[in-house]
């Protein structure tokens, strides 16, 4: 289907989720949270997701959307309304978006394998990589269909997730020289099935989802292989929030069911978080995916702001939508808003 017939899909998926009855009460404990059943953001007529994939959020509390609809980035505030968005900026297909301590962007484009790194209103300052030349499929070399950026807060050097055709994560300068490698295809400590997202906590340490493996790898800033984070559905989505006194890491992950299993529960799609040392702290989502308020779709990408909420960007077209008789647009945008402890 193409983009100028969505906006009347994507307005069917607001008119169902303002049918729901209201706000759903997810998670647990210290993690609880609220979250209504319409698309996040107030997009001005015409505009629409199709599928938001990514989001972060730079030092002032602006949030950037990374989107595969009418406009591929879009900044909004706290209230999700529209502060403004890159106009001449063209990506073949958004996957990932991170904003470094700097509040530079750096965006990873799936249809072309580049890195591009912009200022906050998307002036180009570095491409890596060839437009449209990907390397070989698993020849370990940068890149074959990347995924994500994650940068080291304490030096500016960065990693590239070289996840969809690649089983490798290579790292930068701050000036984008190629440093180092590691990674390779498998299921053994080290090895990937999809490195579909990646961040550092603020002593360095590296943390990859490994989608298809359905875990979180531990590597030093060395890339040597520290620990792993079992017994999780498939991790798509991962962020670390720094923000407090303690760091906590906040995991997005897909449904894990197979075949006619689709009312699975506890097998995703949710939000997980975990302390640094693999302690689960909550979890939002026990159903699996679904329409109704409080459910998900694929978590795809994933951020925090400072009190807290919870901003999740879910691939609902590729994975659900696109995929319906007949094809329909889906919630594709949430916000989780903190509750106060129950403690």
């Not at 069911?257 to 702290?281: C, E, Q």
């Not at 609902?316 to 329909?328: A, L, N, T, V």
Request: negative net charge; charged residues 20%.
């Amino acid at each position: 289907m193409a983009d100028k017939d969505f906006s009347e899909y994507a307005l069917n998926v607001d008119r169902q989720a303002m049918a729901d009855t209201g706000p759903a009460i997810l998670g647990e404990g210290d993690y609880r949270y609220e979250v209504s059943g319409a698309n996040w953001g107030n997009l001005p007529e015409g505009w629409y997701y199709k599928e938001a994939t990514s989001v972060a959020i730079n030092s002032s509390g602006q949030v950037y959307v990374f989107n595969r609809g009418s406009h591929q980035m879009l900044i909004l505030d706290r209230d999700g309304n529209v502060d403004s968005w890159w106009s001449d900026a063209s990506f073949g297909v958004p996957h990932g978006v991170t904003i470094g301590p700097d509040d530079s962007i750096f965006c990873v484009d799936v249809g072309d394998s580049t890195v591009r790194k912009f200022t906050g209103d998307g002036k180009l300052l570095m491409t890596l990589g060839t437009p449209h030349q990907p390397a070989g499929k698993m020849s370990g070399q940068p890149f074959c269909v990347p995924t994500h950026v994650a940068i080291d807060t304490r030096t500016a050097e960065f990693y590239v997730a070289d996840g969809y055709s690649n089983a490798r994560v290579h790292k930068y300068d701050p000036n984008g020289n190629y440093l180092f490698s590691w990674g390779e295809s498998g299921t053994g400590d080290g090895q990937f099935n999809i490195v579909h997202n990646i961040d550092t906590d603020s002593n360095g340490w590296v943390y990859i989802a490994d989608r298809e493996n359905q875990r979180v790898q531990i590597f030093s800033p060395e890339g040597k292989y520290e620990a792993q984070w079992n017994n999780l559905s498939r991790v798509a989505a991962l962020h670390i929030d720094s923000s407090g006194d303690e760091e906590v890491v906040y995991l997005g992950e897909y449904f894990c069911g197979i075949g006619s299993n689709d009312t699975g529960t506890d097998l995703g799609p949710r939000v997980t978080i975990m302390s640094l040392d693999g302690k689960v702290l909550g979890r939002a989502g026990r159903q699996s995916y679904g329409d109704e308020t409080g459910r998900f779709y694929s978590p795809h990408g994933l951020a925090v702001d400072a009190n807290g909420d919870v901003y999740v960007a879910e691939v609902s077209w590729s994975d659900y939508g696109s995929q319906m008789d007949p094809p329909r647009g889906l919630r594709s945008m949430q916000k989780l808003v903190k509750l106060p402890s129950a403690v």
